[in-house]
């Protein structure tokens, strides 16, 4: 699946937005960066690398060939990386931050909040895009991996410091007491495990759900499409 490298899941969400109350989202995401205490909820899930919501006006369309776009709403844009499942990302989401995710879709069109989850769910699904490239420079370690990996880097240096400049008894305390911290930072790298069998169905019904309801979509535009136009009085 492209949105996934080992134990990484990318995400990414477009929803249109209302383009009189946009600024209003502007001001949001600026409270939110000038006050970061507000995110704590959303700071403290370390199965996320970043998070990170973008306005885009009609004008900022990109034109890659394809023709100017004929766009009358903003969109929001949405990107994240993540560890974990797509269903625990967003039941994590919805349960650390509810009201901030609330304010950051402030504006966009449909949108059900993010509590009860299951219309929110339904939400992003519709709404996600999926990512036909994916980079991950550490594909087999999760965000904890890494910081764990790191601070086993750093009492390395300081034991390979001390073991010139110690006693024997000193650098065999100093040992343990290093050891003691680094051992839980003995992970597995690779891909990430199934969360549960019922998650991995959740996810299969999902796409089918979501497949069958584009299906539908495309045979009622096809209908209409074939449907005769109705004469004027003569």
Known sequence: MSNIAGKAYAMNVVTPSNPRIT????????????????????????????????????????????????????????????????????????DGIPSGLDLFWFSSIKYPKSIPITPFKNYITYNQIDTDYYYNATPGSAQ?????????????????????????????????????????????PGFGPVASLDTERADVNREKFVNKA?????????????APKPQGDR
């Open 23 to 94: 600024w209003i989202n502007r001001l949001l995401f600026m409270a939110a960066r000038g006050v970061p205490s507000n995110l704590l909820g959303l700071l403290g899930l370390s199965l996320i690398h970043f998070a990170r919501w973008v306005i885009i006006k009609p004008k900022d369309w990109p034109d890659l060939g394809q023709g100017k776009e004929q766009v009358k709403d903003d969109y929001v844009l949405f990107c994240s990386n993540f560890n974990g499942t797509w269903d625990q990302y967003i039941d994590a989401f919805s």
């Open 214 to 226: 584009q299906s539908g979509f495309d045979t009622l535009r096809a209908s209409a499409k074939a």
């Open 144 to 188: 904890r991996d890494i910081k764990i990996s790191l601070l086993i880097y750093d009492h390395l240096r300081d034991l390979t410091e001390k073991h010139g400049k110690s006693s024997p008894e000193e650098f065999a305390d100093a040992y343990r007491d290093a050891a003691y911290v680094m051992q839980k930072g003995l992970g597995d």
